[in-house]
């Protein structure tokens, strides 16, 4: 049985590997296990010419540790192009490029042990005891604190989770299959980025040519991701900080407020969309082969040869707005859903929860198992949404996080994450009136 570790991380995706990268050179014991044989982040969704949606910045260390070394500018410089990637002048990069940072960070951190399950986690009292199946066989790895960053499973609407097949699936598995839509009547569910993306390529011909693609959305419209610089200020720490003291009520309805911050579809896919549709309609006179739907909700699915989708059209309000759509191929572009890893499943009970469910987390995204009087720590990342914001779940804040954690673990400020004086003052004290005599 190996030493106690100070730290052992579940998973190790972008949110892992930035407290990978932060803490490589800290005087702690720490490994990090994925089950994966190569790193690849979400490789289901690498579709031509995808671009990221955060600033190449915002990266896994950059906004709290500028000269470290998993950088995404010390990346560039190791492949040569950075002088190409200046004179580019993109304001973003491509998904492809950015999946190809995260790989080349990962092979450079040492802690990072892929092949790697891990099978369960048990309370051993002071320390957690992970069953791990690794390159070499099983071993038994002791850990006095956990950093769980899994990622996310595909969120499959209950009505289409008997029909999952070849031709019924979740997009983030889209660029694995290939599917061949030659001739094929296609519907899309979801009115997201992704959603947008598989409407390009689908219309492109990257996977052959439809004879029909219906996009449909529970949205009113297909709107466009709020990237102006006021909505911005969300995703900073200091925002984080005035989240944290609100009720849970209250943080719920601002993050439902908030939702196009971080989940619409980005200003330069939706013109290259809207181009690419008027084009069919009206200079090829291919008005058929796209429809959009929005305000629909799909309520139902069934199979009898081809597919029968049950849609609910919302804008006609309480009348009855059932619609039914016919299709050959269905692609589910239903974003992905909060789920801890099967392995914590001996702890599961005694993980702190709200009456919603939601994980309850300290500033430092960590809890407590209920009943244990240690010092040990569980830092839950990527699942905090309802507990520090929109920002949460997103890669922009990636650095600060990872950070928050090192400083949480180690006890002091070994990061300043601290900014400046702020133009937005999202609260402000009373003053106290004094009397004058």
Avoid at 191 to 206: C, D, F, K, M, R
């Amino acid at each position: 049985m190996s030493d106690v570790l100070d730290l052992a991380g579940i998973g190790a995706g972008p949110f892992n590997l930035a407290v990978a990268a932060l803490i490589r050179e800290k005087s702690l014991a720490h490994r990090f296990f994925e089950a994966k044989v190569e790193f690849s982040w979400h490789p289901g969704l690498m579709l031509p010419g995808v671009m990221m949606q955060t600033s190449f910045l915002k990266d896994l260390v950059t906004p709290v540790d500028p000269t470290n070394p998993c950088s995404f500018l010390a990346y560039l410089v190791e492949k040569k192009r950075f002088y190409d990637f200046l004179h580019a002048e993109q304001r973003t990069v491509s998904r492809r490029e950015f999946a190809d940072y995260l790989s080349w960070a990962a092979r450079r951190l040492d802690s990072v042990q892929m092949s790697s399950r891990v099978q369960s986690v048990l309370d051993r009292g002071a320390f957690f005891e992970l069953d791990v199946h690794g390159p070499h066989g099983r071993e038994r790895v002791r850990a006095r604190n956990l950093c769980v960053a899994a990622g996310k499973t595909p969120n499959i609407p209950q009505c289409c989770r008997p029909l999952l097949s070849d031709n019924c699936f979740h997009a983030l598995e889209i660029a694995l299959r290939n599917p061949d839509v030659s001739d094929k009547r296609v519907a899309v569910v979801g009115g997201g980025q992704t959603g947008a993306e598989v409407v390009i390529n689908l219309l492109g011909g990257h996977w052959g040519c439809p004879r029909q693609v219906v996009w449909a959305s529970r949205r009113s419209n297909y709107l466009p991701l709020d990237e102006t610089p006021f909505t911005n200020d969300w995703f900073t720490p200091e925002y984080v900080d005035v989240f944290r003291q609100l009720s849970p009520r209250r943080r719920e309805e601002i993050i439902a407020d908030q939702k196009l911050a971080s989940d619409g579809i980005s200003p330069a896919t939706l013109t290259e969309l809207y181009r690419l549709f008027y084009r069919l309609a009206h200079i090829e006179g291919d008005l058929g082969r796209v429809a959009l739907l929005p305000n629909r909700a799909l309520v139902g699915l069934s199979c009898r040869g081809d597919y029968q989708l049950q849609l609910e059209n919302n804008l006609l309000g309480e009348a009855d707005g059932s619609e039914w759509l016919n299709a050959d191929i269905v692609i589910l572009c239903t974003g992905l859903r909060e789920a801890l890893p099967p392995c914590l499943a001996p702890l599961q009970e005694r993980i702190p929860r709200d009456e919603a469910g939601h994980l309850l987390l300290d500033d430092a995204f960590a809890a407590k198992l209920i009943g244990d009087s240690s010092e040990r720590r569980l830092y839950f990342l990527g699942t905090g949404r309802t507990s520090h914001g929109i920002a949460e779940p997103q890669l922009s804040l990636s650095a600060w996080r990872g950070a928050l954690v090192v400083n949480d673990l180690l006890g002091s400020e070994v990061y300043d994450i601290r900014q400046s004086g702020n133009f937005m003052k999202w609260v402000t004290h009373r003053a106290t009136q004094v009397a004058v005599a």
